[in-house]
């Protein structure tokens, strides 16, 4: 494929990412259970890595989306129960988003639902050879988020 880029392989390698992303965002949304998001998905399992609980501001950081949207995002998982919004004790003008019981039994949920899609794909891709391809993607994230924030 040739780029107007001056810069062809780089722009080809963000290229690729960016069109796998949307192939992956889709299979998996196909498969996972009802009222599941990506977004959803993406944000329960942030709380996770948490230790369940972070201010909205830091998850639309963290997601990468406005403080509007994630605010919809919250209200409609707090409707069904699988965030609590509380006041943060803190900052009396801010909030604390905690995962619920009900929703780390979505996430896990979520996670069985998506393990038949992860069987086949590893029948074409075995482990060592994604182990072997996570050093390159784990360092262009972590370049990618320094610059992100600055540093």
């Keep these: 494929m040739t780029t107007p880029s001056r810069h062809p392989v780089a722009f080809d390698f963000f290229l690729e990412i960016a069109v796998i992303d949307q ?3 889709t299979e998996m949304e196909r498969v996972l259970p009802d009222g599941v998001t990506m977004a959803s998905f993406g ?4 709380l996770v890595s948490r230790g369940g609980s972070e201010s909205p501001a830091r998850l639309a950081q963290a997601l ?3 403080k509007g949207a994630i605010t919809a995002l919250l209200k409609r998982l707090e409707a069904r129960g699988l965030v609590a ?3 943060d004790p803190s900052d009396g003008r801010g909030k604390v988003v905690a995962l619920t019981e009900s929703g780390r039994r979505s996430r896990e949920a979520a996670i069985a639902a998506l393990d038949p899609l992860l069987e086949t794909f590893l029948a074409a891709f075995p482990e060592p050879d994604l182990a072997g391809a996570l050093p390159l993607l784990r360092r262009v994230r972590l370049d990618l988020n320094r610059r992100r924030y600055g540093g």
């Design 23 to 25: 192939l992956v965002g």
């Design 43 to 46: 944000l329960l399992n942030h």
């Design 64 to 66: 990468q989306v406005t």
């Design 85 to 87: 919004l509380s006041p």
